[in-house]
């Protein structure tokens, strides 16, 4: 089993950073990938960013390239999203979420384990 939890949402206005945490304990092993996700009320999950536990590789969806950058410290079993220039739009839940079998890594359905998530609101 792995837990997830996340924390660093809040209120920030337009063109401001905040900086989530997703804290990892359980069985977290090098195959791993872990996951950023946001919902806005009334949609869908969508994919931010993600992160290989190993290799570090990372991945963005385009809308948050330039802006958001996806880290881990293994040493604190920690993911961290940093955001920045940060707009409207980007108001949502964010969950962090993790997976050893990350066949597509874009897909919440990838993803077994979830944290509670955090709100981000950001005003103009």
């Known amino acids: 089993q792995v837990q997830l939890v996340e924390s660093g949402g809040g209120l920030v206005q337009a063109g401001g950073s905040l900086r989530l945490s997703c804290a990892a304990s359980?069985?977290?092993?090098?195959?791993?990938?872990l996951g950023w996700f946001r919902q806005a009320p009334g949609q869908e999950r969508d994919f931010v960013a993600a992160?290989?536990?190993?290799?570090?590789?990372?991945y963005y969806t385009d809308y948050v390239k330039g802006r958001f950058t996806v880290s881990r410290d293994g040493a604190q079993n920690t993911v961290f999203l940093q955001m920045d220039s940060l707009k409207p739009e980007d108001t949502a839940v964010y969950y962090c979420?993790?997976?050893?079998?990350?066949?597509?890594?874009?897909?919440?359905?990838?993803?077994?384990?979830w944290g509670q998530g955090t709100q981000v609101t950001v005003s103009s």
């Open positions: 979420a993790a997976t050893g079998a990350a066949l597509i890594i874009r897909r919440a359905g990838s993803y077994p384990y």
């Open positions: 359980g069985r977290i092993s090098n195959n791993f990938v």
């Open positions: 992160i290989s536990w190993s290799a570090g590789s990372t």
